[in-house]
């Protein structure tokens, strides 16, 4: 709690230098260069949580004269105590994130076991880059790296209602609180974890709810076994319907004149105006997209990576939802038990299962300290 | 290089256009480096001032050379319009920063304001003869918040020499 | 004033796929003559003392470096595959033979020899190209240097071209581009410096893959190709696409000297942990085995 004390104390001390970016336009004729008059300029941290910009360099304001110069002494710290206040903050970071390592010593929930119609939750993970791989046959894959960085269970809200699931809030990227807002410190405060970068809910059902508080690792999934992933696709801006929707555009020459990328007709013959949904130029990407059932072909334990198949929406270094896949359903139905069931339940304790192996591979992928492949027919190259 | 992940993310740009064309844009900053090196704090555009400070950070990397080196002095004649202050880069600038990491230069920018809304900044080599633009840190260890902390630093240094 | 605009372009071609390394390091040695530097610098360049890093494992800028999670798993799979098969030093002009499975190949197993035109990728995705001339056909085939079905990558003339790239031997006449398949494999002692390839190569009338009169290629003969195969108008429009600043642009150039204590880092981590854990585990399954 006196850590919590500690960022209000320092939130203070910085609100007083925001607040004079309110009068910087107003006081020109005090701005003069190079001179040992302007000794009480001050710098301004604004505390937005955008990220989409450029982090540009600190401006020069001019202060805020209503305040007094007393006001502002008040609520300066002095810099061995600022970082004091930093460095205090920096163990208890450590002393909580160290008290969850072992979940299950501490009071766990009830455990259930496993059944067709439990519904585990995901995890949010980070988008780190992409790479090939091969197969034991030679084929060349493309996969994703989802990296899994301080992810936390923070919030459990029960149904209302016994057909429906259940809601758990996780939390990615552990981040300093020295920045945050207070309501958004305090979503933090009682699952006991240090404040993070991105927070997510995931439905989940009653048998596989799981205490705040409890770390969530990359080996929650299993290679061999389909996934879904959730993320924001990345922002193309305006487009024309070429790029947008895929049509073919028109020929180069020809006696084309001005209409080589354009939609041509709209087909308005009748009615006489645009039928609403019509594809037409216009904003592209930056919305939220699925991609289902991907397959898990590797997990990295070590530095909870998940290797996974193809493409997934959104930048590098942005987050991304990946949980079970709900082709379970409909397409892989006959999987279901097979590769559910043999999941750990609801997530990955380590103290329960032990430790594992370094890297967990799916048995038809090629591992790079193998021999070179060997084809004894020709069908064995075919996928 | 002012290359960061989010510049990249936003169409691959490293760079910004000044000017028209490539040949165009570094004459432009030899001009600013010039300046710089001649009165050590220059005001122009942001802009301007974003993209000569990778340049004049390199030069002094290239100075740190020597006079004696070809090299150095190949890329000091090309980026130092006005002659006479090649000896200034060379004996001055360059013992001055023989220990610092690579950041020579400081860059604030100004405030707009109505009368001029061009974003303007200040570009500076450190360890200039003018007087600071940031204000000198005052302490104010008697104010309540100060003395608050300064309670619990103690408290917290107390607890750590009990324990050991 | 010469001999350093020389060592830059010498010191990209060193590194193949980057741009320079620090320019700072390479500007040091200074003789009097433009000629003699280049010499002195392959001479007593750090070939003996560094170790050799392949350019697959120097990352290009951007953001793919601010990953470092990324590229030390990348590097990691990369050691494991070089602990198994050899993959040896070889530039662009280098004669390699390479061994493959392939299923619809009689005898399950392809060979192809030729002269390496180009190195491509980073990581796991290098690539490498190689051209030869069979039956007054002109064959290039691309690999993946890390691609499992790669048996054996052998280099029949370790040498070294002037240029980044050999694309050009597309538009020459077929007898630079042209390997014997029985090519008896050349010795190299790996103390020497790797020796260079400078022929000029006289190229074939256009229509070209590129228009090469306006790229500042070392490999091609200029002189041949201004007088043989250019009209006027392509030789008055010649000079406006040099781009003389471009060595003088500092924005350009690239140390690796970080990335490459990055590699060497990693490469020290997997002798000495990972290889040795692999080796303690089949020791172990040795020994239950014979108790068995």
Redesign the interface.
Known sequence: M?ASM?VR?FQ??RQTWSTCSKY??L??QN?T????A??????CRTTTRR????P???????PDKSRTDQDR?????????MA??QE?YKEEEESLTQARLCPLKDEPWPRHAWTPESRRTGVLATKIGMMPMWTKTGHRLTVTLLQVQDCHVIRYVPAWDSDNPGILTLGHRTCSPFYLSEEYLRTFEKAGVPPKRKIAEFKVSKDAAIKPGTPLYAAHFRPGQYVDVYGKSVDKGFQGVMKRHGFKGQPASHGQTKTHRRPGAIGTAGHGRVLPGTKLPGPMGNVVRYTRGLKIWRVNTKHNILYVNGQVPG?N?GWVKVYDSILYKSKHKNKLEDHLGNLPFPTYFEEEEGELEEDLYDDELFRFDEPSIVFESAEGAKK | ?R???????SH?K??RRLGGG??QR?NILRKVVTGLVRHE?I?TTYAHCDEAK??AE??I??AK?GN?????M??AD??ITEKDLIPKLFETLAPRFANFDGRYCR??????????TLDT??LEYKGNP??S?????????N????I???G??QD?EKKKTETV | ?A???R??LRSRQKLCLRWSSS??E???P?TASPDITDTVQDQTGSRKTTRFISPEFIIP???KA?FPTKNHVERMDMLRRRSVMDIPEFYVGSILSVLTADPYAPGKYQKFVGICIKRGGYGLGATFTLRNVLNEQGIEICYELYNPTIHQVQVLKLQKSVDPHMVYLRDALPEYSTVDFNFQPVQHNPQDPVPILDTKVLLKPPPWYWRWERVELQGIDREHMRQNHLSQKRLDKMDNHR?P?ME????Y?YDTTKVEEDVIKDMEYFQNVVRRKKETVTSEKATEEEKT
């Open positions: 006196a500690l104390a203070n001390s910087a336009s006081e020109k701005w260069l190079c001179l040992p302007v000794t009480t300029i001050l710098p990220r989409d910009r450029l540009l360099p600190q401006r020069l304001y001019v002494q008040a609520e300066e710290l002095t810099p061995d105590n004091h206040i205090s930048h270094d | 290089m290359l960061s992940l989010m510049l990249l993310i691959g490293r760079q490539k040949p570094l704090r005001e990778f340049y390199r030069l990397d290239y050379l004696t080196n070809a090299g150095a190949r890329i090309y980026w860059l604030y920018r100004l405030p707009l304001t109505t009368q001029n900044a200040v003018y007087p633009l940031r204000p000198t840190p005052k302490n104010h260890p104010s309540i918040a100060n608050l902390v300064e619990l630093r917290y | 004033m001999a350093f605009g060592v830059l320019t700072v390479a500007a040091k200074v800028r951007g953001m601010d781009k600043w003088f642009d500092l924005m150039e």
